[in-house]
């Protein structure tokens, strides 16, 4: 009976780690500002596809071949990539493995991790 109930145990922890792994939190507009500014985010876009790019504290943002602007209003980060155009925003989540997950109208349109400040030299 008891290896029935350690195995029952076991079996309910392995369960449970996928729920654990999986929990993620929403970021304030500071917590998005604190996070990215003088870093790089490294990730895939749905529309868009791969990006990799270094936001400077002054609101610029560098990739391998643009740039723009990013800021961060109320609890989402915006931006522009020329001055015809107006604003994108996001939402952002984080979750427990550190990957950021763009949010657009309730839906996943991307994801991302931080890389401590500029490795590709943008």
Do not use: H, K
């Not at 970021?27 to 529309?47: D, R």
């Not at 504290?57 to 723009?68: A, F, I, K, Q």
């Amino acid at each position: 009976m008891i290896r029935l109930g350690v195995s029952v145990l076991v079996y309910m922890a392995f369960q449970a780690a996928p729920a654990i792994a999986q929990e993620d939190r929403a970021l304030s507009g500071p917590e998005i500002a604190q996070m990215i500014a003088g870093n790089t985010v490294e990730g895939t876009m749905a529309a868009g596809g791969p990006y990799r790019e270094f936001y400077l504290p002054d609101g610029t943002l560098r990739g391998s071949n643009y740039d723009g602007r990013w800021s961060v209003v109320a609890d989402t980060l915006c931006f522009t990539y020329d001055a015809t155009t107006p604003a994108q925003c996001w939402s952002a989540r984080i979750s427990r493995a550190d990957e950021i997950s763009w949010i657009r109208n309730g839906i996943v349109d991307g994801n991302g991790v931080v890389q401590p400040g500029n490795p590709a030299n943008f």
